[in-house]
Structures are given as structure tokens and as C-alpha cells.
């Protein structure tokens, strides 16, 4: 398994959002489980979140998620839990292990530990029944989330959605995991539907085990009213004709013998004065017709003589004759066919306790609740006092509450609640009875599915294992033997490499066949190579001794150049010494001629002498020029030629050449234009001789080469550049291509005259050439058979070109 960081990956922003509120949408609406717990699976898309955008991403999903769960437990107990499944999910991937089996096993092995310490030792005071159900309810709830998480992720995976940890698996990782998922999935599924049918079974026998308490304690108490409310009844109808106050006694004293939940008996005249009580000694208490034994206040009383044929009142405390809780019962009493009185019989609430009997289980409870919302009573383990108000206990009021939960909280108890209500009476019956019994029964049957899960598992991995080991070994094996190979540079035996037994595979039947044939390629292809290495070796041996023999031949040709570069200086020294002496020699006697000359000039007499005195003074002058000529060419040869740089001011220099040349374009009949650009500065920073050679060298070869027609010469700035651009064109003969592409070669004459004469000895060009290049400038030259030519040059206006080669 190898793992790449891929750190120039973007996070997809819209898909952490889409986590994050998958998480919280999740976790508002879990699944139903066990009332009151609740399968909240938000905490997977927290896992795939940390997965592929870092844990500390995943653990702010968690958090968030997580938190909405005190809105049903009123605690943050869930969120360390589940952000250390995000943990060990990312710790998971970051060491390359299984993030299907790894969670598994920290549930299995850490998790429910954790769990069961946490909720019993926060100090929440849950049953340990409680504790337990929540701790295997975690159990399901992280399976839930690794499945779900292993599936999310892989899904996102296949739309290209990777984590920042890339990862590889090998066949056997995904084998492993993919055939868990197979078998865990549907039966954690199936696991929970069944925990479902078997959850609500559970509950339905619980609760209908409660309401038939209630019901039998309905009947009980009904019957236990009614009874007693029928022997008044009887003991009224003995009284139809007169009866003394001592007959009444004695029939109060045979009721009260006989029903003995009766704390008191009385009978009163129709103005409520007592004239009769059982026990008799009650009536000794006070004189007979004090307020103190008038009970015309009583509801019992005015209820009968209003009209009522019977009274079961609410629960009140006894007033003159006991101070216990007590339930009236009434009837009236005739003489004669006139109402004469009442007889009230008190019953004693405590006498009640004897209805527990009826209850499902030791644990059960319940209390009565009268038409006034007065607990009537109270089994003794609730704790509530008799006569209490019904409204200052929550659990009272449990009949308003419609559908929803299955259980009422009561204390630190969770309890099932079934009410009835009494015949004839606005009486409530409540029987309350704890949830441990139900979650024992439960916690079984989930400590089962468990168990058959942990088994399936077992036989999932060994499923599986061996499942990967028949398929693989064959390939493994393969594997290994090709490695080997490899290794020991054994190609020719790649043929006798086969992936072995894998027979029942058709998919590695055919890569033995195919390899077996890439093989015999391989083999071909290595015993080519050898061969060519071998043809290789002996030709690199060859092409050795003729690089040897080479390089010898270059030391050899080498040492000649050398020699030859030598003699080449040696006959460049003595040519440049030549031309020094050939200029004195020369120039001596042209010197003599032309000044000779030029007397004889002043002092001849003789027309005819004249022109001859010019043609030898003319030859003369032009045989200097051109050993100038010579004489600059081999300076610039030779690197000997120096500058000499100052500011030029070149419209006077410009002004002087067009006076020079205005008598040689009057006499052959041009036109001679000289424009300088009002942009170009007063001074420029050259060498002036080198300027005026070039001008006059490019300006007499345009009157040499131009029969008719102008000569021009424009001077301007190119200010882009800092350049002084001097222009000179003609409309002479002109040039072709082939002459232009030469123009600037030592001795290439340009053209020829109109009368097929050549013209000049191709020195001025090269020498112009050379020296604008030594001025830091170029030259250019645009040229059209018998249309003319133009030539330009381009100088710098700054002499910081010229270096080493001013003087």
C-alpha cells in the first residue's frame, strides 16, 4: 500500500459544505431505536469529511453535528465519543490500515468500554440497565457509521473526489473489505428491523401487561366503593318506619362489624347534626348538637339532600372524629317515606394498600387521583403524601400528553404509564411501571443480535480470507517466481514462469496464456539485445581506437596551425611593415609630382601645357587617395586604427560638405540637396575626420555613379534609439541583388557607368563599412538596377561606444 501526499490538491468547498450539512440534517432527524434512544449516523459524513480534508476539518464536523444531540439527552456525553471514531478513522488511513476493520475493532475493544465507564461514573444516576441498553445501542450506532462512512467515501472516490492522502490498495485489502461490507451491511440492517420487531413486542407486552393492572385495579376499586356504598344502602333500607336514636346506633355497629375499612359511621338528622356515630365513643367527645358535630357543611351531606340518590366524595381530611384522609360515602335515610337524614360512611385511605397485590411487578406503582385532582393515594415507595394536589406532580398529568415518547421520565427513572378511568366516577387510576425489566429483556435480545453479528463477522473475515487466499495464492505465487526471476536477470527462464494452479480462474488462465507468449517476446527480444550489446561492444572497441587516432591526428593538425598561424603573423607583421616604408617610399615622390606640378601650373605660359599639367596633377592625386585607401584598409585589418573622439557639430560639418560637392554637381549637371532634421541635436560625440571620410566616400560615389538626375543627403535623430541616421541617395545606375549582398567586401566594385566602364577600385565601400562599425554604428544598403541607391547609416550620439580605440 503506498501513499502519495498530493499537496497541490484543491479543497471542493461545495462538497465540505455538502458534508457538513448532510452531518447536521442527520443528526436532526435520526433514526428511531430503542424510546428514548435514537440512532444519530451524522458523525459518518464527519468521518468521510476528516477523511478526505484532514482530521482537523473532520473533527469540526463532528463537533458541530454532535452538539445537536443535547436537544434529546440534554448532555454532550455523544461528542467526545464519536470525535474519537473520527480519530482512529484518520489515523486509520494515515498508516494504511483498514478504515473498515480498524473502527470494528476499536468499538469492540475500546469503544463500549469507554461508553459503559462514561455514563456511570459522570454521574448522570442511570439504572445500570439504562447504562447498558445506551452502551449497546453505541455498539449499533458505530457499526452503522463505519459502514455508511466506508460507502460515502468510496462513492465520492468513484466522482473523482480524492482524499489528500492518496492511497493504493492491494486486491487483498479490498477483498477484505468489500466482502465485510457485503456481509455487514445487510445484516446490520436486518439486525436492526429485527431489534425493531423485537423492541416493540417487548413494549406492547409491557404496556399491555400495565394496562391490565390498571384495569384490575379499576375493578378492584370499583368493586371496593360500590360494596361498601351497597351496605349503607342496605342498612338505609332497614330504616322505614320510626327509629330511635339507639336503633341507629346499633345498625351503624352491625355495618361497621361487618365492613371494617369503614374508619367512621355516622347519622345525621336533615339539618346535618350527628346523631348516631360507630365507634360510639366518638359521639362522647363532644355534647350531641354542637357545631363541632354538624356536618351540614359537608359535600356528602348537601349532595344527598340535593337530591342525590348516592355520594363518593374526594379524598379530605376527617374533621371531629379523625384526622386520617378519608372518601365519604352517602346515601339517604327515610321515616315514614320522608327523607330523614344521611348515613356517611368514611372509608380509610390507607385500607387501599392492599390493591398493590394487583400489580405486575414488585417495582410497579400507583396512585389514585380524584375528581379534584387530589391524590387520593399513593403507593408508599412514590413517596407522595395523601391529599396532595395531583397538579404538583408532573407524572400526574401524563393522560395530556398525546402519542410521541414511550416512556415518562420519573426521577432518575424511565417508567411505562397506563391509566383507567373509574364507572361513574371522574377517578383516575395511574399504575406506573419501571423500564428495567424491559430493558433487561431487551438488552438480551440485543446482546444476542450481537453475538450473531460478532459471529457473522468471524465467519465473514475467515469467509473472506480464504475466499482471497484461493484467488490470490496462485497470482501470489506468480508474483513471486516473476520477481525472482527478475531479480537474478534470468530472463530466458520468464518462459518456464506460469501463475501455477489457478485453474478455476478464467481470468488467470488467460494471463498465463498471455504471458507465456509475452514471455517468448521477451526472450526474443533479450537474445536480440544480447547480440546487439555484443556488436555494440566490438564497435565501441573500434570507434575507441579510431577517437584515439583521431585525437592524435588533431594534436598533429593542431601543431600545424599553430606553425601556420605563426608564419601568417609573420607575413601580416612584415606586410604591415611594407605598407609603413611603401607609404614613405610612395608618398615622397607623389608629393614631388603634385607640387612640381603644381608650379609648373603657376608659371606656364603655354594653353596647351594646361591640360596636361591637370591630367598629371589629377593622376597624382587620385594615386594618393588610393594608397590612403590601402593604408586605412590595412589599419582596420590590422587593429591598429585609432579615433579620435570630440564633439562634431554636425550641421556645420553638413553645411561644409554641400559647398564642397556644389561645383562637381553644377558640372555634371545634378541636383545636390543637403536636409538636416530640426530634431538632430547641435552635437554629436565622434570622431569628425572619420564622419567626413565617410560621408565623402559614400557622396563622391554617388556623383561617380549617377550620369543624371540628383544626389541627396538627409541627416536625422532617431530619438527610439538615440541615433543619428545620415542618408545618401542617388538615382544612378543602380545595383543588383547579387552586387548589394557584396557591396561592403574589400575590392568588390558596385556598378558599372553607362558606357560599361568600371568604375573605382572597391576600397571606399569596405573602408566605410569598417568604419562606421568602428564608430559603434551600422550601414545599410538598398539598391535597384538603373533606378539607383541609397545608402544609410546609423551613428550612436554618444562616444561611450568606442572604448580602447580612442586615443
Not at 190 to 201: D, E, G, I, K
Not at 205 to 225: D, H, I, P, T, Y
Not at 406 to 430: H, P
Not at 483 to 508: D, H, W
Request: net charge negative.
Amino acid at each position: 500500500m503506498k501513499r502519495i501526499v498530493n499537496r497541490e490538491r484543491q479543497p471542493r468547498y461545495w462538497v465540505m459544505a455538502s458534508l457538513w450539512a448532510l452531518a447536521i440534517i442527520a443528526n436532526l432527524f435520526p433514526l428511531p431505536f430503542f424510546d428514548p434512544d435514537q440512532i444519530y449516523v451524522g458523525n459518518a459524513f464527519a468521518i468521510v469529511a476528516a477523511l478526505i480534508y484532514g482530521l482537523p476539518f473532520g473533527l469540526l464536523v463532528s463537533v458541530t453535528a454532535n452538539s445537536l444531540t443535547y436537544l434529546n439527552f440534554e448532555h454532550f456525553l455523544v461528542v467526545p465519543i464519536f470525535a474519537l471514531e473520527v480519530a482512529i478513522f484518520y489515523i486509520a488511513l494515515r498508516r494504511q490500515r483498514s478504515i473498515l476493520l480498524w473502527p470494528m475493532i476499536y468499538w469492540l475493544s475500546l469503544g463500549w468500554p469507554l461508553v459503559y465507564a462514561i455514563y456511570n461514573f459522570v454521574g448522570l444516576g442511570y439504572a445500570e440497565e439504562l447504562v447498558q441498553g445506551i452502551t449497546i445501542k453505541y455498539l449499533l450506532n458505530g457499526l452503522f457509521n463505519t459502514i455508511l462512512a466506508f460507502s460515502v467515501f468510496h462513492l465520492l472516490r468513484a466522482f473523482r473526489i480524492e482524499p489528500r492522502v492518496h492511497f493504493s490498495n492491494s486486491v487483498k485489502t479490498i477483498l477484505y473489505n468489500f466482502g465485510l461490507v457485503c456481509i455487514l451491511f445487510p445484516a446490520s440492517i436486518l439486525t436492526y428491523f429485527w431489534l425493531q420487531s423485537v423492541n416493540t413486542s417487548l413494549y406492547d407486552s409491557a404496556r399491555k401487561s400495565v394496562a391490565s393492572a390498571a384495569a384490575g385495579l379499576q375493578n378492584e376499586l370499583n368493586g371496593f366503593l360500590q360494596s361498601h356504598l351497597t351496605a349503607l344502602q342496605q342498612a338505609s333500607a332497614q330504616f322505614a318506619a320510626d327509629v330511635s336514636n339507639d336503633d341507629l346506633q346499633r345498625a351503624l355497629k352491625a355495618v361497621h362489624l361487618q365492613y371494617d375499612n369503614f374508619a367512621t359511621l355516622l347519622a345525621t338528622d336533615t339539618r346535618g347534626n350527628v346523631l348516631s356515630a360507630s365507634p360510639a365513643s366518638l359521639l362522647e367527645q363532644a355534647p350531641v348538637g354542637t357545631d363541632s358535630f354538624n356536618v351540614a357543611d359537608r359535600e356528602y351531606f348537601w349532595q344527598i339532600m340535593a337530591g342525590e340518590p348516592s355520594f363518593i366524595s374526594g379524598a379530605f381530611r376527617g374533621r371531629g372524629f379523625g384526622t386520617h384522609p378519608i372518601v365519604a360515602l352517602s346515601v339517604p335515610y327515610y321515616r315514614q317515606g320522608q327523607l330523614a337524614g344521611i348515613l356517611e360512611g368514611s372509608l380509610n385511605l390507607q385500607k387501599l394498600s392492599g390493591l398493590s397485590d394487583r400489580l405486575p411487578s414488585p417495582e410497579a406503582r400507583y396512585m389514585i387521583i380524584d375528581a379534584n385532582d387530589t391524590i387520593v393515594f399513593a403507593s408508599p415507595q412514590m413517596q407522595i403524601p395523601s391529599l396532595a394536589q395531583a397538579r404538583d406532580y408532573p407524572i400526574t398529568s401524563i393522560n395530556q400528553v398525546s402519542g410521541g415518547e414511550r416512556f415518562s421520565d420519573y426521577g432518575d427513572d424511565l417508567v411505562i404509564i397506563e391509566q383507567a378511568q373509574l364507572d361513574g366516577l371522574n377517578w383516575r387510576i395511574l399504575v406506573l411501571q419501571s423500564a428495567s425489566s424491559y430493558e433487561q429483556q431487551l438488552n438480551q435480545y440485543v446482546s444476542v443480535s450481537f453475538v450473531i453479528l460478532a459471529f457473522m463477522l468471524v465467519v465473514g473475515v475467515l469467509l473472506v480470507s480464504s475466499l482471497s487466499r484461493w484467488f490470490l495464492l496462485p497470482l501470489s505465487n506468480f508474483q513471486e517466481r516473476l520477481r525472482g526471476t527478475i531479480e537474478r536477470n534470468a530472463f530466458k527462464e520468464l518462459q518456464n514462469v506460469k501463475p501455477g494452479s489457478a485453474t478455476y480462474v478464467v481470468e488467470l488462465r488467460q494471463l498465463e496464456q498471455d504471458f507465456i507468449s509475452f514471455a517468448e517476446v521477451i526472450v526474443r527480444t533479450m537474445s536480440n539485445l544480447t547480440l546487439t550489446a555484443d556488436h555494440n561492444k566490438r564497435l565501441n572497441s573500434k570507434l575507441t581506437q579510431v577517437n584515439q587516432e583521431l585525437e592524435q591526428r588533431v594534436l598533429e593538425r593542431t601543431q600545424d596551425l599553430n606553425d601556420a598561424l605563426e608564419k601568417v603573423k609573420e607575413a601580416s607583421d612584415a606586410k604591415a611593415q611594407f605598407f609603413a616604408n611603401m607609404s614613405h617610399e610612395i608618398r615622397t615622390p607623389l608629393h614631388a609630382i603634385i607640387g612640381l606640378t603644381d608650379v609648373l601650373r603657376i608659371y606656364n605660359k603655354e594653353p596647351e601645357f594646361d591640360e596636361k599639367l591637370e591630367i598629371i596633377a589629377t593622376s597624382a592625386r587620385q594615386l594618393m587617395d588610393l594608397l590612403n585607401d590601402l593604408l586605412d584598409l590595412s589599419a582596420l585589418d590590422f587593429g591598429k586604427f585609432k579615433l579620435n573622439i570630440e564633439e562634431v557639430n554636425i550641421r556645420q560639418q553638413a553645411q561644409a560638405t554641400e559647398r564642397l560637392y556644389q561645383s562637381l554637381a553644377e558640372q555634371q549637371h545634378l541636383t545636390w540637396t543637403v536636409a538636416v532634421s530640426n530634431n538632430v541635436n547641435q552635437t554629436i560625440v565622434t570622431d569628425p575626420q572619420r564622419v567626413n571620410q565617410i560621408l565623402n566616400n559614400l557622396i563622391s560615389n554617388a556623383f561617380k555613379y549617377t550620369d543624371s538626375g540628383y544626389v541627396r543627403l538627409r541627416i536625422h535623430q532617431d530619438d527610439l534609439n538615440q541615433k543619428l541616421v545620415i542618408t545618401v541617395a542617388d538615382s544612378g545606375t543602380g545595383m543588383t541583388p547579387d552586387v548589394v549582398a557584396k557591396i561592403f567586401d574589400p575590392y568588390q566594385r558596385g556598378t558599372l557607368s553607362t558606357n560599361n566602364e568600371i568604375k573605382g577600385t572597391g576600397l571606399g565601400l569596405a573602408i566605410v563599412g569598417e568604419l562606421v562599425t568602428l564608430l559603434g554604428g551600422d550601414i545599410s544598403c538598398s539598391s535597384k538596377l538603373n533606378h539607383g541607391t541609397t545608402f544609410k547609416v546609423r551613428l550612436p550620439l554618444s562616444g561611450e561606444h568606442f572604448g580602447h580605440l580612442v586615443e
